[in-house]
């Protein structure tokens, strides 16, 4: 069975471009997160979709928002994109909830300039 | 909300020694612990995880213990291997009121296993 994927892998953006990450979850999961990764601050819960609605969100800016597709792939975007926002985006999928084991994708890497 | 902090930070051993990663978490409901595994420029893998209803969870040289009444839990790695050398993170979810299940990680331990 095929793992998560994520594209593009890498990006590099400018201060106050926005930008979209795409994730495709494990055939049959329902349930999209997604984590930001810093070497700051760590692994962030960001928010979760289940259903193609958002059903929780972790402490984040409103410039930070997704969806969900009814096929379960799943999008973020991030828009105004400043410097603090270079981070590893990293898309977790899961068969129904997000207490169900979480496997991971392999990231996107977001450069800020 | 849930607080999970992991130590040591880094811990280096010798090839065929043991390693314990310790975590701690602050609330009591949380009832799901995961393992992960990062290796440079890829995604964290889960390599073991628990369940508020068991103690302890055994997978070849990876074994996982959780004290519910102390909220902690600990990874122990036996004969570590340079291929064990990695990024590992504990975390804990749990049904948080309104926020239900997302993983709550600690800051991670590098682990370095010398040859």
């Known amino acids: 069975k095929a793992g998560v994927t994520q594209t593009p892998r890498y990006l590099i953006k400018t201060r106050g471009q926005q930008v979209t990450l795409s994730c495709s979850p494990i055939s049959g999961h329902r349930s999209v997160s997604w984590y930001q990764q810093t070497p700051g601050q760590g692994l962030q819960f960001l928010f979760e979709y289940f259903s193609e609605t958002q059903r929780n969100k972790g402490n984040f800016p409103g410039r930070f928002s997704g969806r969900q597709f009814s096929n379960s792939r799943s999008e973020m975007n991030v828009s105004t994109l400043e410097l603090g926002d270079s981070a590893l985006y990293l898309c977790?999928?899961?068969?129904?909830?997000?207490?169900?084991?979480?496997?991971f994708g392999p990231g996107t890497r977001l450069t800020v300039l | 909300g849930e607080n999970v902090e992991q130590h040591p930070s880094t811990l280096s051993v010798q090839e065929g020694d043991s390693a314990v990663i310790k975590c701690t978490y602050s609330d009591s409901a949380s009832n799901y612990f995961p393992w992960y595994k990062q290796e440079l420029g890829k995604g964290p893998q889960l390599i073991i995880d628990?369940?508020?209803?068991?103690g302890e969870k055994k997978d070849q040289r990876i074994a996982v213990t959780l004290n519910k009444t102390a909220k902690h839990f600990s990874l122990h790695i036996t004969e570590t291997q340079p291929e064990d050398s990695a990024v590992y993170f504990c975390?804990?979810?749990?049904?948080?009121?309104?926020?239900?299940?997302?993983?709550?990680f600690g800051k991670g331990t590098k682990l370095s296993v010398k040859p």
């Open positions: 975390a804990a979810s749990g049904d948080y009121g309104g926020s239900q299940g997302n993983l709550i």
């Open positions: 977790a999928s899961s068969l129904k909830r997000s207490t169900d084991t979480q496997y």
């Open positions: 628990i369940r508020s209803n068991v």
